[in-house]
Each structure stands twice: as structure tokens, then as C-alpha cells.
């Protein structure tokens, strides 16, 4: 109940800040590009596909044929509920591969921690080198204080990244090379799609300096890494439209662009959903055969440890 109503409450605040820019110059300023759109298709199929080739590491499945799992997987922690996304993937994995209950609960909950290791890894260190290269263009988020919770994650993140490696015969079903080639993929993944997104923002508006978008990243970094908070998006969408204000940058344009991409990523969100559930209603569930090769789903002192690249192919 508590997370409706800050998100109605959300909703309710961008409205009004919207209506005070004014909707008609906020039409105006509507990405025209298309090149905004095709990245925003990169970005969106970035999560899945990495998704898709990590579980492949340790579950045999055509990548075709797991792709749209991991897309419905995507739409459900978006959109649904954190983590619900897991879930709906154990009863996919449950009814459509040969696999014990087991095995499956394993690899999600291995792919689940290194994923999320991953992603406080890549936002530390990116704020960390962003804050010490003054590439912000707010000067005034580099205050002590910060500097020193920005050292203190920094260190928290190695710390937990050297006690997963320590124990991670006891923590993990995975070998110590899937483990890594797992990693490797998500950090991958997010230093593409961060890219993409300051690419995304700097092709509706070009005569923006780069110094600017790094922070409008910087903040959504920051907005994305804080623990229970609810509609992320929303939240970036009106920090992006004061931060507008702070930085001298068109508000409208801004507002345009992160109006789109919301709009965009629901909406697609809702068209795949539905589209994959009548999919999956018509289909039989037929079992995926396995070849129960030593991908590294279990570890064991007297075996050398497979190398998991040769999964991806």
C-alpha cells in the first residue's frame, strides 16, 4: 500500500512540475530522431540477452528459445515486483527444462548474487571515478562527507566481492570460472548500456557538453542503487527535471526525453507481456533436452573446473 501511495504521490509531483514547464513546449520538444529510438532498443534488449547467456552458462537451452523467458523475467522486476522476475523464471525453468528443483532454485539464486554484486560494483566505481576526475558538473556533490561514503562503498563492495571468492564453494552451486565469466557479462553489460544512455541523451540534445550528461548519469546511478525505493524511474524522471534547472539545460527537452523513454519502456513492457502470456498459454510445455555436461553447477575438489566460454556459443 505504502509503495502506491508514494507512487501516485510521484505521479502527482511530475504533473505539476510538467504543467509549470508547459506541455505544449514540452510537445515541442519531443525527441524527433531515430536514432533516440534504436538505442533505446539496444538498451532495452541489453538486459535480457545478457541474462539469457549467463543461465546458458549452466542451463542448456537454445538462445532463441530462452530469450523471451528472460524478456517476460525483465517486464516482471520493471514493472511487477523486485525479484518477482526470479520467480517466474523458476517455474519456467521447472516446466520447461530437465532440471531438479534444486539445480534450478541454485543457478537463480548464483546468478541473482553475482548479478547484484555486479551492479554495486559497476555504480561504486563509477561514482568514485567520476567524483575524483571532476567530471560532475555539480561541484558541490564532492564534499567530504560524500567523498568519504563514495571510499566506505568502495570498500564494502571488495570486501563482500573477497568473501564471495573466499567462500564461494560454500555460497555458490557454480564453478569459480562461471562465476567470473557471469560478472564479466553483467559489468559488460552496464558499461554498454551506459554508453548507450549518455549517447541516447546527447542525440536530442547535442549542444550539451558531455560534463553535464555524466551527471545527469551520476544521479541516476544514485537513484538507482538506493535499497526499497519505489518507481526508480519516476524518481530520476523529476530529479532530471530539477536538475535542468541547476544546470541551465532546457528543461522542456529534458522533460521530453525522459517523458518518451518512460512511456516507451512501459509500453513495451505491456505489449511483450501480453504478447509472451498468450504465447506461452498456446504453447505446450515441452522440456528442453540437456546434455548434463560439467558446465560448472557443481564443484568438486577432485575435478579440474570446466570453463564456461564455450557455453556461450
Given at each position: 500500500m505504502l509503495r502506491y501511495t508514494l507512487t501516485a504521490g510521484i505521479l502527482v509531483y511530475l504533473v505539476y512540475r510538467l504543467s509549470t514547464i508547459g506541455w505544449a513546449e514540452i510537445w515541442r520538444s519531443l525527441p524527433v530522431t531515430p536514432w533516440f529510438y534504436l538505442i533505446f532498443i539496444g538498451m532495452y534488449l541489453a538486459l535480457p540477452v545478457m541474462d539469457s547467456l549467463a543461465y546458458r552458462l549452466s542451463w542448456h537451452f537454445p538462445f532463441w528459445t530462452g530469450l523471451p523467458a528472460f524478456l517476460k523475467k525483465r517486464v516482471y522486476n520493471k514493472d511487477v515486483l523486485g525479484y518477482s522476475g526470479e520467480v517466474y523464471l523458476y517455474a519456467w525453468a521447472k516446466k520447461r527444462l530437465s532440471?531438479?528443483?534444486?539445480?534450478?532454485?541454485?543457478?537463480?539464486?548464483?546468478?541473482?548474487?553475482?548479478?547484484?554484486?555486479?551492479?554495486?560494483?559497476?555504480?561504486?566505481?563509477?561514482?568514485?571515478?567520476?567524483?575524483?576526475?571532476?567530471?560532475?558538473?555539480?561541484?558541490?556533490?564532492?564534499?567530504?562527507?560524500?567523498?568519504?561514503?563514495?571510499?566506505?562503498?568502495?570498500?564494502?563492495?571488495?570486501?563482500?566481492?573477497?568473501?564471495?571468492?573466499?567462500?564461494?564453494?560454500?555460497?555458490?552451486?557454480?564453478?569459480?570460472?562461471?562465476?567470473?565469466?557471469?560478472?564479466?557479462?553483467?559489468?559488460?553489460?552496464?558499461?554498454?548500456?551506459?554508453?548507450?544512455?549518455?549517447?541516447?541523451?546527447?542525440?536530442v540534445l547535442p549542444d550539451v557538453e558531455l560534463r553535464v550528461w555524466l551527471t545527469f548519469f551520476a544521479v541516476q546511478l544514485v537513484t538507482s542503487r538506493i535499497p526499497f525505493l519505489p518507481s526508480r524511474d519516476l524518481i530520476f524522471f523529476g530529479a532530471s527535471v530539477e536538475l535542468s534547472r541547476i544546470l541551465d539545460v532546457s528543461s522542456a527537452g529534458i522533460a521530453g526525453m525522459m517523458l518518451v523513454a518512460s512511456v516507451l519502456d512501459k509500453s513495451v513492457n505491456f505489449v511483450l507481456f501480453l504478447t509472451l502470456s498468450l504465447f506461452d498459454r498456446r504453447k505446450a510445455p515441452n522440456s528442453v533436452p540437456l546434455q548434463h555436461a560439467p558446465i560448472g553447477n557443481k564443484v568438486s575438489e577432485d575435478e579440474p573446473d570446466a570453463g564456461p566460454i564455450s557455453a556461450l556459443a
Open positions: 532440471l531438479s528443483e534444486r539445480e534450478i532454485l541454485g543457478t537463480v539464486k548464483d546468478n541473482t548474487i553475482v548479478s547484484s554484486v555486479a551492479s554495486t560494483f559497476f555504480a561504486v566505481t563509477v561514482l568514485v571515478v567520476l567524483f575524483f576526475s571532476g567530471s560532475i558538473a555539480l561541484d558541490g556533490l564532492l564534499t567530504p562527507t560524500n567523498t568519504g561514503y563514495a571510499i566506505l562503498g568502495a570498500l564494502a563492495v571488495t570486501a563482500l566481492v573477497a568473501l564471495a571468492v573466499r567462500f564461494r564453494r560454500v555460497l555458490f552451486r557454480v564453478s569459480g570460472r562461471t562465476m567470473v565469466a557471469i560478472f564479466l557479462l553483467h559489468v559488460t553489460r552496464l558499461t554498454l548500456v551506459s554508453l548507450l544512455q549518455v549517447l541516447q541523451w546527447s542525440v
